[in-house]
């Protein structure tokens, strides 16, 4: 069938894309002066010392070949191991990936709640004033830096009231109902800002959308205005939020940092800025191969979405005769 | 039907101005009256923004929000201006139905035609149902069968193989296939009322013919009025047997076609019959311009 053959199409892409961004992110962070010996070592250490070490892990090889063992290694779930600790690195990253995930997941749920029904209804009331004040509100909430948004939430709630905790992470294994309250006052402060941008988005979304031709067909054949953005706008809107939804993903993963930091999450973006401070390449590497390998996935998926949505793409445009 | 006096007509446009922009601004749509009886059918011809398709959006009451619309624009009697949606919506795709210029985009895209279709039914299946309890058959018999009715209007516009078009999607079925089936969604509750603006417009010449051969069909069988909405004299003349003739904003000259083409009062309308019979200028010859008729002529232009 025609959608299976896209969709495996797509899966293609997305594994040579992965292929293709793990050699640059290899070549980049390999090739950069200054190696991992140094930071092992010290900047004192003798050069046969450096030279032993350099032969001992391999570094003398070919960069290619050096490549294609990392690679090997990493098809086999070891993606190297720390310069400072020994530590596997995938160990490292595991549990500070799934910090990322329940704090980005939850708080772009969060935000696709808010900004959904208040971007559709600041279109819908485009000329009254209410929609105007759902468009200045998101305006503010764009205006507000996240690590503010955050600090007034942990003074008000957890310092003040005391309702719920200022920080910390609770794996969601070992306790389900205190995983969720930790990550509450999170998940505002990140769907609060994010909600704010996607409101705009979700709101022009659906003012294209009712301009269209298509929307006053529906209208003169009897549907009522807002039944009408219902019927007829809502798959065709989405189509564009989906594009900005991924987009926020994506650059969320990292861009969560500035929560992680306000809550003391253990998250990939703090893990990935310590490494980068502590140079310590293989560990760098690692990270950044997996939020290479987060990003693709994120535009897979909304490839996918696009295929569900737009019979454009999924069928031929072959006119019945 | 009954409850209303034959005198009453169908519609009854009066006084009818739209204004686009800010209350002060030069209005599209000024000061217009005309009447249109069961089952007649009226072109309404006009140079580009001459204010056709405000006056049909106006009737309709499809007109974006916050463009003024001024007079009155009464349906069986009763007033349209200032109607609520509710009550305008059960009017639209059911007693008033409108087909639009561009085919190409008047579809949802993402939905199949015959869902579309279908859905001409179902928004109108309420009263519907009552015409079914006057007619002795269960609202179920209206109901049901969704699928054959969409077939069948389908067929009735003409076009081939309706089990594949149903299931298509809008980028699947040509132009003049798409138009056709908006033509069949107009008249598939049987209308007193079709306002086609320029329905033929955007297909190339050999389909127009079919198209215009198969609305004109399509009205007769279900009996319609139509207000039908042109700059062709030819294109109106094979769908109407009166016209009215719009021009900035004001209706000019109206009468029937044979009285129109025959005399033409306004100056508009004479350079229209003239380069409508622009094949008949002899070889050699010059074309007419349009300065040509408003020679001697100093009224009518106004800005
Ligand atoms: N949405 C709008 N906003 C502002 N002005 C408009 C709008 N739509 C139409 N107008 C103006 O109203 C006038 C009449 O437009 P209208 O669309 O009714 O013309 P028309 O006779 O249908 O022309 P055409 O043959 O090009 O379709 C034009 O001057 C046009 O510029
Ligand atoms: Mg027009």
Redesign the interface.
Known sequence: MRLSRLLLGRLAAFVVSLLVASLAVFLLLNLLPGDVTAVILGNNATPAAVAHLRSAMGLDDPVLLRYVHWLAGVAHGNLGASAFTGEPVAGLIVPKLAVTISLVGGGMVLAMVLALPAGLFAALHR?QASGQMVLATSQLGMAVPAFLAGIVLVVVFAARLRWLPAGNYVPLTSDPLDWFRHLILPWVSLALVQGAVLVRYVRGAFLDVMD???M??????????RRAVW??GL??AALQIVTVLGLQLATLFVGAVVIENVFVLPGLGSLLLRSVNGRDLPLVQAIVLVLVALILMINLLVDVAYLV????LR??????? | MSDVPEAVPLLAVDGLSVTFGRAGASPAVRDIAFTLSSGERWGLIGESGSGKSATALAIMGLLPEGVHVHGSVRWRGGELVGLGDAAYSRLRGDAMTMVFQEPMTALDPTMTVGRQVAEVLRLHYVRRAADAQRYGVGPERIRGHARERVLGVLAEVGLPDVERIADSFPHQLSGGQRQLVLIGMALMNSPLLVICDEPTTALDVTVQATVLRLLDAGLSAVGAACLFISHDLAVVSQVCSQVMVMYQGRIVERGSLAQVLGAPAHPYTRGLVATAAIDAVPPGERLPVIGDFWAGEDGGRDG
């Open positions: 000329r269209q031709d298509y006053r067909t529906a209208r003169s054949i009897g549907w009522r205005r019927r007829h798959r065709n949505i737009d019979p454009r069928t031929g445009r072959a006119v019945v005769e």
